[in-house]
């Protein structure tokens, strides 16, 4: 109805169906932007085939890709570039060495063990949230599926990380996490995107009404994105413009997040 992929995670495809045929050479890719279009959803990898991130990203996201991995039209102005220039050359690794860019940065284990120094510093992926539950604390986390800057794998890691340290029942009564389909990096996106988490999270903390579902909503109406892992599921009867049509449905399998280099990077920190 929407146009918009409910479950990418489980999403196969192969960016090939969309070569150029020959004498095309509109609305179709040629055999290198296929491979890089592979290479997108695959996410990198170093010479070994060992994988860096979690994941790629997701089919469905390709609308959000312009400006972030190539220029709009008519323009030279990559987003993403500027970006990942900024944190390589003046977060990601510790003072005292050689300085580098963008183009210096090499994909492999050595690249990766120097980024180590800077992990307790700044990055949140400790699930260790034991004492934020016990207060009382409440947490919503959700990510865009469609995010073209950081894959929703991520998020997945660090949401089953906090089930694994603090265990399944605490972190229900404490986290709800949510995948919002078509969603972009923080907000647009395709389909139904607009959702009010303020309101809530302060019913959740201050009437004790965890949230069961978020509505999406746009100008095709609206869908419930239910906690992860279950996806919404057209019930059979009502008008699919509408969120109430829907109910909740957990696939039979669930997703694993692939192996890769930085695993230990969401386990609680030695003390």
């Known amino acids: 109805m929407d146009g918009v992929i409910a479950d990418p995670l489980r999403c196969k495809f192969d960016p090939s169906v969309a070569a150029c045929k020959p004498g095309e050479t509109q609305d179709c890719l040629t055999p290198v932007q296929v491979e890089t279009a592979r290479k997108f959803y695959e996410g990198p990898h170093d010479a070994t085939g060992l994988a860096l991130t979690p994941g790629g990203l997701m089919p469905g996201s390709e609308l959000s890709w312009t400006g972030v991995f190539v220029p709009k039209p008519g323009e030279d102005f990559i987003f993403g570039r500027v970006i990942a220039d900024g944190a390589i050359a003046h977060l990601a690794f510790a003072l005292g060495g050689k300085p580098i860019g963008i183009d210096d940065l090499k994909f492999d ?39 073209p800057h950081i894959s929703p794998t991520n998020s997945i890691s660090y949401y089953e990380a906090v089930k694994s ?30 959702t009010d988490v303020l309101t809530a999270i302060v019913d959740w903390v201050e009437r004790g009404a965890a949230p069961e579902a978020l509505i999406l909503r746009g100008a095709n109406g609206a869908r419930p994105v239910f906690p992860y892992p279950a996806l919404a599921k057209y019930s059979g009867s009502g008008d699919r413009a509408q969120a109430s049509s829907y109910v909740a449905e957990t696939p039979a399998a669930p997703f694993v997040v692939r192996k890769w280099i930085g695993e230990a990077l969401f386990a609680p920190p030695a003390k």
């Open 165 to 194: 340290t603090i265990g399944e029942a605490k972190a229900k009564e404490a986290v709800r996490f949510f995948l919002l389909p078509g969603v972009y990096h923080c907000e647009g996106g395709e389909g139904p995107v607009r």
């Open 109 to 147: 284990r050595e690249t990766y063990e120097k980024l180590l120094p800077q992990h307790p510093l700044y990055d949140g992926t400790n699930p260790d949230i034991a004492a934020f539950a016990a207060r009382g604390g409440k947490l919503i986390l959700w990510h865009g599926d469609s995010d």
